[in-house]
């Protein structure tokens, strides 16, 4: 695998993991929510994740997987800093 799969799947995998925990969290947050539908999101969250990031790993050009690593990190540094 070439130096720049690794580097974006790293990226990918850190910046998803931390997107499931703010998924789950909000959803924790609402009002009128169970533990069934915390799980249910992170387990739909982490579904994506992997197919992203075996996606990146796999068969996507560089440019599409920067982008992704790209929008993950936009999307943790936002949803982060959102009070």
Same mark, same amino acid.
């Given at each position: 695998?070439?130096?720049?799969?690794?580097?974006?799947?790293?990226?990918?995998?850190?910046?998803?993991?931390?997107?499931?925990?703010?998924?789950?969290?909000?959803?924790?947050?609402?009002?009128?929510?169970?533990?069934?539908?915390?799980?249910?999101?992170?387990?739909?969250?982490?579904?994506?994740?992997?197919?992203?990031?075996?996606?990146? *790993?796999?068969?996507?050009?560089?440019?599409? *997987?920067?982008?992704?690593?790209?929008? *993950?990190?936009?999307?943790?540094?936002?949803?982060?800093?959102?009070?």
């Amino acid at each position: 695998m070439e130096i720049w799969r690794m580097a974006a799947t790293a990226l990918l995998v850190l910046f998803g993991g931390i997107l499931v925990l703010v998924v789950m969290a909000q959803a924790r947050d609402r009002k009128g929510r169970s533990r069934g539908d915390v799980a249910r999101n992170g387990a739909i969250a982490s579904a994506v994740l992997v197919v992203a990031v075996l996606g990146v *790993a796999l068969w996507l050009p560089s440019t599409v *997987a920067w982008g992704l690593v790209a929008a *993950a990190g936009i999307a943790v540094a936002v949803l982060t800093m959102v009070d």
